[in-house]
């Protein structure tokens, strides 16, 4: 399985293509906010000729979904997400201009939602899907077993965590989502997060001020 990340947007979002040798592949968190960004993204996709399966949202903040419509409207997939987010939806463009941001289309409603525990099938592999609130309550993560690797969002970074000032975020409800679901996978896990570098399970363990 290869990971291509693209960083996207003034939030400096990490946007992920999961592609398989069989050119099946998945999008987490188009967060491409403008036409060269999503340009390049549906240019990367066609050049490696890949078969767009999912796409898929850790969670719905606005950086996280710019480009939800986007490849909604050219791959003809609706975002999967959690019903707890789905709140984040509304009013996006106010959202955006309060970070002096334009967005001149109303946010992609969700396709399909998704719960904890469950278990999406793709290519020969298989992604397990757990409910990690706090950062937001519907933020989740997506694991797959079999590669080693978890995709979190913004739920835990490299030597910090995801804030919990936002609406309905909440420390000791992130905290308990970190502790009882993320640091029990294999410390050899490749951490994958909405912004900034990857880590793992093991490296946090020992090195994050917050754990």
């Keep these: 399985m290869t990971v ?7 939030f400096q979002e990490n946007t992920y293509i999961v592609y398989s040798d069989s050119k099946d592949a998945i999008i987490i968190d188009a967060g491409c906010y403008n036409d060269v960004e999503k340009q390049n993204l549906k240019h990367f996709i066609e050049s490696n000729d890949l078969n767009i399966k999912y796409l898929l949202n850790t969670h719905l903040h ?5 480009g939800n419509k986007f490849v909604s409207n050219t791959f003809g997939l609706k ?7 789905e709140f984040l939806l509304e009013n996006v463009n ?12 109303d946010a992609q409603n ?8 469950e278990v999406i099938e793709f290519a ?3 992604i397990l899907v757990l409910h990690v609130p706090g950062h937001s309550p519907g933020s989740l993560a997506f694991y797959f077993e079999k590669e080693g690797m978890v995709f979190v969002g913004d739920v835990l ?3 910090s965590i995801g804030r919990t000032d936002l609406p309905k975020g909440d ?3 992130l905290i308990n989502s970190i502790t009882k679901k993320l640091l029990p996978l294999p410390d050899s896990t490749v951490v994958y997060s909405g912004h900034g570098p990857t880590t793992t399970i093991g490296y946090e363990k020992i090195n994050n001020p917050y754990l």
């Design 4 to 10: 291509k990340t693209f960083v996207f947007s003034p």
């Design 62 to 66: 606005l950086d996280h979904q710019f």
């Design 79 to 85: 975002p999967q997400a959690h019903i707890e987010d």
């Design 94 to 105: 106010a959202q955006a201009r309060s970070f002096g941001m334009n967005i001149n289309e």
């Design 110 to 117: 969700i396709g399909k939602y998704i719960v904890d525990n």
């Design 124 to 126: 020969n592999s298989q």
């Design 157 to 159: 970074f490299r030597g």
């Design 171 to 173: 420390y000791a409800t």
